[in-house]
């Protein structure tokens, strides 16, 4: 099974990070870029990358929640994203936002108490202007994916052990 994960605004892939040691071990190919998100260039390559992988699944936190909508709509790849900066960001990516399958499965996964992204906003875009199918969970935590949050929601999503 092969999997993308794109970090958030804030955030870099840390080989050691138990998250990216979790996904190594457990994915036959796995896609974990370091992303500059002020690149303009950067959602191309992404969408490309992701593109030729042709991954199970995406999964993305934060603005990589964003981009990982985005990119799963386009190419029909299923999604399970973190507290998706579907709106109020901060900073305003180059993308294509121009939506693509109506058939895409989501995962959508909301810290109780995030302080950074509005559950309730994210999830009324979603209902009213977002594509495919979305299922909705909570977990107790802010932004910041707890490990274990992390891990079990892989896990269901994909149904690996």
Do not use: C, Q, W
Not at 38 to 48: E, G, M, V
Not at 89 to 100: K, M, V, W, Y
């Amino acid at each position: 099974m092969k999997i993308a994960y794109l970090h958030g605004l804030e955030s870099s892939i840390d080989p050691k990070d138990p998250k990216i040691i979790f996904l190594n071990d457990n994915f036959d190919e796995v896609y974990t870029p370091s992303i500059n998100y002020k690149d303009t260039s950067t959602f191309s390559r992404l969408l490309n990358d992701i593109s030729r992988m042709k991954p199970d699944i995406i999964v993305g936190s934060s603005m990589g929640g964003y981009i990982s909508y985005l990119i799963g709509s386009k190419l029909s790849i299923p999604t399970l994203l973190f507290n998706p900066a579907v709106v109020g960001r901060t900073f305003e990516p180059n993308t294509d936002a121009s939506i693509g399958s109506t058939g895409t499965k989501n995962s959508v996964y909301f810290g109780k108490s995030d302080k950074i992204i509005d559950r309730y906003a994210v999830k009324k875009y979603l209902e009213t202007e977002g594509v495919g199918t979305f299922n909705y969970s909570k977990y107790d935590g802010g932004h910041r994916v707890p490990t274990d949050v992390f891990i079990d929601a892989i896990k269901k999503t994909t149904g690996i052990n």
